[in-house]
Structures are given as C-alpha cells and as structure tokens.
C-alpha cells in the first residue's frame, strides 16, 4: 500500500492553497545597547513599501527549510550571520491582505545578539541599522508589512514586555 502525503506548501486542511500563495519568513533580531534595547531593521528599496523601516526576511525557496530561510535572508539582507540554533520560531503571519503583493504566509523567528554587529545593507534593502524597539513600534513609525505586530509579539515572547505607547497606541512614552 502506497501513502500519500499532503505538501504543506500546497495543500492545507484536506484543500489546496489559492494560487499565487507564497511562503516567507521575518527575522526579529534584538540587540542590548548602551540606550536600550534595539531591533535590527533595514529600508525596503522597492516597492511595496519603499524607503519603510522592515525586518530582515524573504521568500522560502522551493524545498528550503524556514530556518534556513531565515538565516540566508537575515545574511543575504544585512550582512549578519547567525546560526539558525540561535532563533526560535515566533509564530505564522497569514492575514489575508499583510502583503499588497497577495496571499504571503511568513514564518517569524526571533533571536538576541549580546552586542549590535555592524549591518551592511544587501539583495533588495536600501540600508540596514539597528533601530530602537520603542520607535520601531511607535504607531506613527513607517513599518512595512505588519512588521510593527511581529516586533510587539517577539517583545512579549522574549521580555515580557512592551514599549507604554503599543500598548496603548496614540501615547507616546515618556
């Protein structure tokens, strides 16, 4: 008897994925500074979103493993390496219409390095820098995606803890 097993880049709960559904990651790496802490972002350099603040990340390539994604598109992107031992897995970003492009499904992982290593922006980031956690997710930061949510949730996961402001958006911390 031959078994048959359902592809989970194509197929979900006995259907198949709609067309076009791609798959990506979203790398969340936090760094301790000496004026807090900071979260490794880098300027989209083309559209959608252009010129806005995004985490390091991209699309899973056909019979890539998401942590390996992660960790080349954390490198391909910012010039950072680091080991796919030193992330954990957040959580899975699918809400229908996150990404303008269509239907993107992103595995998010998190990570902390003990010190900011300098990022070299590369592949399709204008630039790559450290950039406080409290600005990244102030609601008026220009955050591509729902990078800003992904930020908040690896935050809590990590720390326990989140900037005043996203809590309550529309107060900015003192």
């Known amino acids: 008897m031959t078994r048959t097993y359902a592809d989970p880049m194509t197929e979900h709960r006995g259907g198949r994925w709609p067309p076009g559904t791609r798959f990506a990651v979203d790398v969340v790496l936090f760094s301790r500074r000496p004026k807090g802490l900071a979260v490794l972002a880098v300027e989209r350099a083309k559209e ?17 493993q998401p ?18 031992g030193g992330l954990r897995r957040l959580a899975v970003y699918g809400t229908p219409g996150r990404d303008p ?24 980031a204008r630039a790559a820098r450290w950039v406080d956690v409290a600005e990244f997710v102030r609601p008026q930061a220009r955050a591509a995606f729902d990078h800003s949510e992904i930020v908040r949730d690896a935050l809590w996961a990590r720390f326990d803890w989140l900037p005043d402001h996203a809590l309550q958006p529309g107060v900015s911390e003192q």
């Open 48 to 64: 959608p979103f252009a010129t806005a603040l995004a985490l390091p990340g991209g699309f899973i390539q056909p019979g890539e």
């Open 67 to 84: 942590a390996a994604a992660a960790v080349r598109e954390l490198a391909e992107e910012t010039g950072i390496v680091f080991g796919a």
């Open 101 to 124: 492009r269509g239907r993107v499904i992103s595995a998010a992982y998190h990570g902390l390095l003990p010190t900011a290593l300098t990022a070299v922006a590369g592949s399709d």
